[in-house]
């Protein structure tokens, strides 16, 4: 048991490391409005940044996240997932997701004993700003999570990360 915890404690240094570097491969990690391209480098999805920008968009005039999963149900565009039904948390992560400014933030989450956690400060988080093509604003995307952080005024609110 003591060699798999060894072992466990010295992948995990070495990705710590490698995020502080700024050369970890979880940054180059797709997510919906990117490809990765033969190099492994992320890459602007035109037709899906669309959506992307217009998802933005829309929650910043005012539309909450149901009804703009219901619109993006409604003109038959699958989810990230593939799925032709729209749900109120793939908006969220969405609207929450720093990659779409063309930054990275790693080490977001922490795991221990195998579960995983969200890092509220226990480890030191890394940005990397400029990493990829940007699809939206960094203005936008705090605009927006000042919007999310109003809109949660009765549960615990997520501190706005300043991007610019």
């Known amino acids: ?3 798999y915890i060894d072992k466990s404690a010295q992948i995990t240094e070495g990705l710590r490391k490698s995020f ?12 919906y409005g990117y490809d990765t391209i033969s190099n ?3 890459a602007v999805n035109e037709t899906q940044a669309k959506i992307v920008r217009w998802i933005f968009k ?3 005039s005012g539309d909450s996240m149901g009804k703009i999963a219901a619109a993006l149900q409604k003109q038959g565009i699958p989810s990230p997932t593939g799925k032709s039904k729209w749900n109120r948390e793939a908006i969220s992560k969405l609207l929450s997701n720093e990659k779409y400014t063309g930054s990275v933030l ?3 989450t922490l795991s221990v004993c195998g579960a995983q956690f969200k890092n509220e400060g226990e480890l030191a ?3 990397i700003r400029n990493h990829h ?4 604003s960094a203005d936008d995307f705090v605009k927006v999570q000042r919007v999310k952080n109003e ?3 009765s549960s615990v609110q997520e501190p706005v990360m300043k991007l610019s």
């Open 106 to 108: 790693l080490q977001k």
């Open 125 to 127: 988080q890394v940005l």
């Open 40 to 42: 492994g480098e992320l």
């Open 58 to 60: 829309r929650y910043l």
């Open 1 to 3: 048991m003591t060699a």
């Open 133 to 136: 093509e940007a699809i939206i």
């Open 20 to 31: 502080q570097k700024g050369d970890c491969k979880i940054a180059n990690r797709t997510c």
């Open 151 to 153: 809109h949660a005024k």
